[in-house]
T-cell receptor, first 117, second 111 residues
Framework: DTGVSQDPRHKITKRGQNVTFRCDPI?????LYWYRQTLGQGPEFLTY????????KSRLLSDRFSAERPKGSFSTLEIQRTEQGDSAMYLC???????????????FGPGTRLLVL | DQQVKQNSPSLSVQEGRISILNCDYT??????FLWYKKYPAEGPTFLIS?????DKNEDGRFTVFLNKSAKHLSLHIVPSQPGDSAVYFC??????????FGTGTRLKVLA
């Protein structure tokens, strides 16, 4: 049973560059989530997919951020024109759609740590 | 507005003793809660959950207690082991799919 995987694990970039992260969820998980975690904080919700449909975007996700899940399997998160404030850990999670929230649990990947210089 | 709060950023406990991690919430609509554990350079790992129809849920050394009237939950680890040293987050689903996390408590279990 492979868990959620993310690539790359670390990314260092210069301000103004574009970066793209990939997330591969647990096989057959319908729901996929992106979170961002900064130092001293808990993960903060960014966006959520059910299959290939992006159903919600947080106001934290500015116009420079875009996420896709083209075939309902893996997802990508792109940040354009990166800023130093984008430095954070970007976490992906997935869950299987169930009838109630009590039966769903989000499983997280190892994260991509982004440093914008 | 921090709807889920963990007011203790850190906690140190001797090996073999009980660790108690606390979490408070403000949104009375929350009716399901989860605890995650996070090691450095890894993503959060699901630990245990509780729904509001219960006031206690136990899984091995881990027990979560829920006090709805006080909007408070706690995670008890007995006995604590050095491998339990990690950051612990409580979380609550908002609109089913969006988890709201606390800021975490760093637990250090001393050998």
């Amino acid at each position: 049973d492979t868990g959620v995987s993310q690539d790359p694990r670390h990314k260092i970039t210069k301000r103004g560059q574009n970066v793209t992260f990939r997330c591969d969820p647990i096989s057959e998980h319908n729901r996929l989530y992106w979170y961002r975690q900064t130092l001293g904080q808990g993960p903060e919700f960014l966006t959520y997919f059910q299959n290939e449909a992006q159903l919600e975007k947080s106001r934290l996700l500015s116009d420079r951020f875009s996420a896709e899940r083209p075939k309902g399997s893996f997802s990508t998160l792109e940040i354009q024109r990166t800023e130093q404030g984008d430095s954070a850990m970007y976490l992906c999670a997935s869950s299987a759609l169930r009838d109630t929230m009590y039966q769903e649990t989000q499983y997280f990947g190892p994260g991509t740590r982004l440093l914008v210089l | 507005d921090q709807q889920v709060k963990q007011n203790s950023p850190s906690l140190s406990v001797q090996e073999g003793r009980i660790s108690i991690l606390n979490c408070d919430y403000t949104n009375s609509m929350f009716d399901y809660f989860l605890w995650y554990k996070k090691y450095p350079a890894e993503g959060p790992t699901f630990l245990i959950s509780i729904s509001s129809i219960k006031d206690k849920n136990e899984d091995g050394r881990f027990t979560v207690f829920l006090n709805k009237s006080a909007k408070h939950l706690s995670l008890h680890i007995v006995p604590s082991q050095p491998g339990d040293s990690a950051v612990y987050f409580c979380a609550a689903p908002y609109r089913t799919y969006k988890y709201i996390f606390g800021t975490g408590t760093r637990l250090k279990v001393l050998a």
